[in-house]
């Protein structure tokens, strides 16, 4: 499964990209509001620190005007996905920048018939958002597991489904559990997968315990240092 984390916020990008886990980044207008920046700026600027696409977002909702918007938004960078809404106007944005070559991710998905038109569209990624739909009451993994059941049954889909907000490991695990493609996740969600608390105990205690061998690694024949 892949990881994109979802942020516009450049320095965290900078230290997770440097990890080696990041396989994209997505934005959306809200994150690059809560930055104070330019959006221009701000999208080059993660384009150039991740291989992988990066989402950018329409602000029009009429198609000539979504799709002008998204051609502009194409030439920042190569990597640049094209986020559309899953609207009308928004699957047939996603049809026309599809059939220019440019990588669109249909957002704001909460049905698998929403889904089904965005794989029909051309979408290269699909974005449910499980959170939101948990929010009210509702379960948001059931929608992933449909989703992928759908698109397994048609081998002319190509459209992978992106797992959006994510609020917990939780979510992360059940999608990789379900086999979805993607999951973009908030940057404290990811430094949270790390996390256990027998993982902390027990490197307290291994510490402690080599502390009073009173013995070190670095020093020692090979110093580790090849240069
Ligand atoms: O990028 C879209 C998305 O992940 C939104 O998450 O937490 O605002 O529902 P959230």
């Known amino acids: 499964m892949k990881f994109f984390v979802d942020t ?6 900078r230290d997770l990209a440097a990890t080696g886990l990041l396989d994209g980044v997505t934005t959306n207008p809200s994150l690059v509001a809560k930055t104070g920046r330019d959006f221009f700026d701000v999208v080059a600027e993660i384009c150039a620190l991740v291989d992988g696409p990066v989402s950018a977002e329409v602000a029009a909702t009429d198609v000539e005007a979504m799709v002008a918007e998204g051609r502009t938004l194409a030439r920042i960078a190569d990597n640049v996905a094209v986020k559309v809404p899953l609207t009308w106007d928004g699957l047939k944005a996603c049809r026309s920048l599809s ?6 991710n249909v957002t704001l998905c909460f049905s698998a018939n929403q889904a089904l038109l965005a794989a029909k569209a051309g979408a290269s990624f699909i974005s449910p958002f499980v959170g939101r739909l948990d929010d009210i ?11 992928l059941e759908i698109y397994g049954n048609y081998d002319s889909f190509h459209t992978e489904v992106l797992v959006a907000s994510i609020r917990s490991p939780m979510h992360v695990l059940h999608a990789a559990r379900l086999g979805a493609d993607v ?11 790390a996390k256990h608390v027998l993982t ?23 110093s580790g240092d090849k240069a």
């Open 99 to 104: 059939q220019d070559g440019t990588q669109v």
């Open 137 to 147: 009451g509702h379960d948001g993994m059931q929608l992933i597991a449909e989703i």
């Open 183 to 193: 999951c973009t996740i908030p940057p404290v969600v990811i430094r949270q997968l």
């Open 200 to 222: 902390d105990k027990g490197l307290d205690a291994f510490l402690a315990d080599w502390q009073k061998t009173g013995q070190s690694i670095l020093g020692r024949g090979d």
């Open 8 to 13: 516009a916020d450049v320095a965290e990008i």
